[in-house]
């Protein structure tokens, strides 16, 4: 059992350690949490490239002392020559998983580095320049980084999947096999793409030569994106969505992430009155209130552009109560497959600084190597986040070019009663909000340290990588009898094995009214928290 780590000046916490060292190496030089978590970024998407990457896309959420949150979407929208027709003519029934018909949307993670390092500059007192912010993840691009234990099994996980794709065995296979754990990889490409950045701006990567080559390798490898697709993105500041609960106010991020299904999981909960943690009614009540916010996830939430109610209508107490109310204490409520594809990887990554400025940041390609796209004059690996849509234009997440699809990633921040910042999260697809909701509940309302908060037994509903997409998937470190009962209450379990990352990397920080930090990183991952 790790300890919940302590510190005063700085601290990073994130799925691989070296991208949290990243971060704590800007902290130490005087860089504020924006700095920090661009550097924790960058090198992120270097050392861990089967889940997140500048082919795909991020959302930041962002608050400092006094002032209210704010987010950054940096997520791309489906190109201009994307439609349902492109893909019925090539007798599809939907957008493919892997291939280069998956890379339909455009990357947005470079886009919300550069309005982060924007809105650093401008109120964060930021000064540090971008070669200092990219130098540890030019470096591992360029001398290498050791293959991390999940990369290894993500890489088995494709297997046939990747077959036959272009160029992706020449950047990740060793003699068409996975790599060895440790094995040093290197990506070369990625480390000129990353220096050209450096010395063009984040700008180049969509408007620049940079966009250029991106442009040309999506059209030799047969995307539907096109040059005029990159060169029209830019990233959106938001105001998040927020939630008052008696423990103070959590903030997450709006459609067409389902950062509404978390805070409504928390609101809902709340409602039941659950006295204990890691019993029946804690597991029970948490998953009947993923049931309700995922059913009115999976009807509503989109491009909020397309949605005919403002996702925080479904906050207000008048909803959250009905809601509520509709939740049998002691029966599971029946649970069909859900329409939403929720297996998918991710990064979640979170900083607080000394100065209590904080940020929580989720960077992703969506499943496992995103499309599988390797463009090879760039190093980059594209997204397959359009996966997504559905060709039925009657369907919630229809596809439109120019619509953004819907977004598992939701970063949270919450502000409690006692003066105290959270920033939390985790990767997991459908996974995400529970995830969050067992943290956050463990630790806010129940009192449990931080660090024993993520590294507690979890379960998730709904669907990934394995078993079935209706089930409740259970660490078998939770108490059998528990498990028992929930088996009895009608709930459809699924045993796995102890720390299995399919439940989620996951990680926190808190900052205390005396300003002590308290960070907790996950032992299903190969992450560290970093302080000073």
């Known amino acids: 059992m790790l300890h919940t780590l302590t510190a005063v000046r700085g601290m990073v916490t994130a799925p691989h350690h070296l991208a949290a060292q990243a971060g704590l190496r800007v902290l130490r030089e005087g860089g504020n949490a924006i700095e920090a978590m661009v550097a924790c970024a960058a090198t992120c998407a270097v050392v861990y490239p089967h889940m997140n990457g500048l082919g795909g896309d991020a959302f930041w959420l962002m608050a400092r002392p006094g002032r209210p949150a704010l987010s950054i979407e940096a997520a791309g929208a489906a190109g201009r020559a994307v439609t349902a027709d492109l893909y019925r003519s090539r007798g599809l029934e939907g957008v493919p998983v892997r291939g280069p018909l998956a890379a339909n949307t455009v990357a947005g993670a470079v886009s919300g580095w550069s309005s982060a390092l924007e809105m650093s500059a401008r109120h964060w007192d930021g000064s540090l320049p971008l070669a200092r912010l990219l130098e540890d993840a030019i470096h591992y691009a360029e001398s290498g980084c050791p293959a991390a234990t999940s990369l290894v099994r993500a890489t088995e996980r494709v297997g046939d999947q990747v077959t036959g794709l272009r160029n992706f065995a020449d950047l990740f296979l060793d003699g068409g096999h996975p790599p060895a754990p440790g094995a040093r990889r290197r990506n070369p490409a990625l480390a000129a793409t990353l220096r050209g950045l450096v010395e063009r701006g984040l700008d180049d990567f969509y408007r620049g030569q940079i966009g250029r080559a991106v442009a040309a390798d999506l059209k030799a490898l047969g995307s539907p994106l096109l040059s005029d697709d990159l060169a029209g993105h830019r990233s959106a500041r938001r105001r998040p969505l927020a939630l008052r609960l008696a423990h103070g106010t959590v903030y997450n991020t709006q459609p067409p992430t389902q950062g509404l299904s978390s805070l409504m999981i928390l609101g809902l909960f709340e409602r039941l009155g659950v006295a204990e943690a890691e019993g029946f009614d804690h597991i029970h009540g948490l998953i009947e209130a993923a049931k309700v916010a995922y059913t009115l996830r999976n009807r509503h939430v989109t491009d909020p552009r397309y949605m005919a109610v403002h996702a925080g209508t479904y906050l207000t107490d008048t909803m959250l109560d009905q809601g509520a109310a509709g939740i049998d204490r002691r029966r599971a409520a029946p649970w069909p497959a859900a329409d939403r594809i929720g297996d998918g990887d991710t990064v979640w990554m979170g900083c607080i600084d000394g100065a209590g400025r904080a940020v929580s940041c989720i960077q992703s390609l969506y499943h496992d190597f995103g499309s599988g796209a390797v463009l090879t004059d760039t190093g980059i690996v594209w997204q397959n986040r359009g996966t997504s849509f559905q060709l039925d234009p009657d369907k919630p997440n229809a ?33 995400q909000p529970q995830v969050q909701a067992e943290i956050f509940t463990r630790h806010v309302l129940f009192g449990q340290p931080l660090q024993a908060a993520v590294t507690a037994p979890r379960w998730m509903l709904g669907r990934t990588w394995v078993g079935r997409p209706d089930d409740v998937k259970i660490e078998n470190r939770v108490d059998p009898a528990v498990i028992a009962a929930l088996e009895a209450a009608g709930h459809t379990v699924s045993r796995l094995e102890a720390f299995d990352e399919v439940t989620g990397h996951a990680g926190a920080i808190v900052r205390r009214p005396d300003g002590v930090l308290e960070g907790a990183a996950d032992p299903r991952a190969d992450g560290v928290v970093a302080a000073f």
């Open 399 to 431: 596809l439109i070019p120019g619509r953004r699809p819907f977004h598992t990633l939701n970063p949270p921040i919450a502000r409690l009663n006692d003066g105290s910042m959270m920033v939390y999260g985790t990767m997991g697809g459908d996974a």
